[in-house]
């Protein structure tokens, strides 16, 4: 079933990844790194208030609608008063704002600024129903149209020039579009009331300590193009952004669709069957992840200079070129952590574990980026966030042991390691070569060598599988 809903998941987010990835080597080439870092900062800012104010009603849904699959109407009503009720504030503090500003320009990011918050909300929770519902086909959907609406339309108003506007206005008008054609339908039938504000107490208990989570680790993520922006200027964000977006968007997309399979899965098990089920599954998922993972890392660190020059425009490559194989390692640690070791805090109902983690690592981060940029420049703001995620994802393995045991130290896993290895050892003479087809040609070379070793070491039994279906079908 992993296997299964994985693949569905992979194709659900393959062409809104693409397109996503595309909208990179598209912007960074339409706009200035100035006018990028001035939409990554917004971008950032929506962000951060997306996952301090809704994060809770989406991790809520996720944990909770597993066990009322039945009759979900009134846990569907209870996150729709929520999620209204979030949006209320939201739109106050906005208007507040606006009251504050006087600034034309920064009057108008902020303009935009709110409804994209709430778009995207709406957008998230509605992808996340998709998801408990195991319903990758329209979840994919949902998110194919976003992206295609938000990179055409973002082309044309950047060449009709809205500059940074012209993204943001594109994404907000494609995740709107997105949510009424098809995520809207998915709440038929659920009415928010007040009379529900008693089913919002566990939602809260549960949610509201991984919002602190998740927003400690969104300042992990994004606290340095704050900081590049006020110790360097925009031109710097850019640069940064680009580089450390074409990485993530990347390795992201490959991993989290493993845990958009995995982990409703890894609840469902431990809901109906137990612990012991649950940690069956969590080991399937943890081979799977790293199986993935290992190759594409790798590839980022040895080819980086390559994948920079085919991909972003030439104002950023020599700042990208830099900063792309520490970045691969930062995004790596982050995801194994995420993905796997802190699902032993959510099993385990004891989220605060990950306010604590991610709270050390935020300070780690943000002190060494206040000392490496100065020193290092956009470097070292990738310095600073490789460490950070070392110390999260040490921390969440010391402590998530004790309420539930997950590793990742096994002889498949191993055999990956070794598998990567001889990737790099491949790959490795022939990283000088530059151009698009030599970067194709590097890309399927070490695919192939990597694939090919872990089917000679036997990795997860694939080779008996293969013999043992050949000699079913003779």
């Known amino acids: 079933m992993l296997i299964r809903y994985t693949a569905y998941y992979g194709l659900a987010r393959g062409v809104p990844g693409l397109l996503n990835f595309l909208a990179i080597a598209i912007y960074t080439r339409l706009l200035s790194p100035s006018d990028y870092g001035i939409y990554a900062l917004v971008v950032v800012w929506v962000g951060l208030v997306n996952v301090v104010c809704f994060q809770w009603i989406r991790l809520s849904l996720l944990r909770f609608f597993p066990a009322h699959l039945e009759a979900p109407q009134r846990l569907?009503?209870?996150l729709l008063l929520a999620y209204t009720s979030v949006a209320l504030l939201t739109?106050?503090?906005?208007?507040?704002?606006?009251?504050?500003?006087?600034?034309?320009?920064l009057r108008s990011l902020v303009f935009i600024a709110v409804p994209l918050v709430w778009v995207q909300a709406g957008f998230e929770?509605?992808?996340?129903?998709?998801?408990?519902?195991?319903?990758?086909?329209?979840?994919?959907?949902?998110?194919?149209?976003?992206?295609?609406?938000?990179?055409?339309?973002?082309?044309?108003?950047?060449?009709?020039?809205?500059?940074?506007?012209?993204?943001?206005?594109?994404m907000l008008v494609g995740m709107l579009v997105a949510v009424v054609t098809l995520g809207a339908s998915l709440w038929r039938g659920a009415?928010?009331?007040?009379?529900?504000?008693?089913?919002?107490?566990?939602l809260l208990v549960y949610g509201l300590p991984l919002t602190a989570t998740f927003a400690l680790e969104f300042v992990v993520s994004s606290s340095d193009r704050f900081l590049l922006a006020a110790l360097l200027n925009n031109e710097a964000v850019g640069i940064y952004t680009a580089g450390y977006d074409l990485v993530a968007h990347v390795i992201n997309l490959l991993l989290v669709t493993v845990n958009l399979a995995a982990y409703p899965l890894v609840v469902r098990a431990f809901e109906q069957h137990g612990r012991e089920a649950a940690h069956e599954q969590l080991d399937r998922n943890g081979s799977l992840l790293l199986l993935i993972a290992i190759p594409v890392t790798l590839g980022f660190i040895v080819l980086a200079p390559q994948i920079v020059a085919l991909m972003l425009g030439e104002a950023f490559h020599a700042g990208a070129t830099q900063l792309v194989p520490w970045v691969a390692l930062a995004i790596f640690m982050c995801c194994i952590r995420a993905f796997h070791f802190d699902l032993a805090f959510q099993l385990s109902e004891k989220t605060f574990y990950q306010v604590w983690i991610n709270g050390g690592a935020a300070l780690v981060n943000v002190a060494l980026n206040l000392l490496l940029i100065p020193a290092f420049g956009l470097v070292g703001a990738a310095y600073a966030t490789v460490i950070a995620y070392g110390v999260a994802l040490a921390l969440s393995v010391l402590l998530g042991r004790r309420l539930f045991a997950i590793s990742l130290i096994t002889r498949d896993n191993l055999k990956v390691l070794l598998s990567g290895a001889i990737m790099v050892a491949c790959l490795w003479p022939l990283r000088e070569a530059s151009g698009a087809l030599a970067l194709m040609e590097q890309?399927?070379?070490?695919?192939?060598?990597?694939?090919?070793?872990?089917?000679?070491?036997?990795?997860?039994?694939?080779?008996?599988?293969?013999?043992?279906?050949?000699?079913?079908?003779?």
């Open 125 to 170: 929770l509605s992808l996340e129903l998709m998801r408990s519902q195991l319903n990758p086909l329209r979840y994919g959907l949902m998110a194919g149209v976003r992206a295609i609406i938000a990179l055409g339309l973002g082309v044309l108003l950047i060449t009709w020039g809205f500059g940074a506007f012209g993204p943001l206005v594109a």
């Open 191 to 202: 009415r928010p009331s007040l009379t529900l504000m008693p089913d919002l107490k566990p």
């Open 443 to 474: 890309v399927l070379w070490g695919a192939t060598v990597y694939t090919v070793s872990a089917f000679s070491m036997n990795v997860a039994n694939v080779r008996d599988r293969v013999f043992a279906k050949r000699r079913t079908a003779k």
């Open 76 to 78: 569907l009503s209870t």
């Open 91 to 105: 739109g106050v503090a906005g208007v507040g704002v606006l009251l504050t500003v006087s600034d034309p320009a």
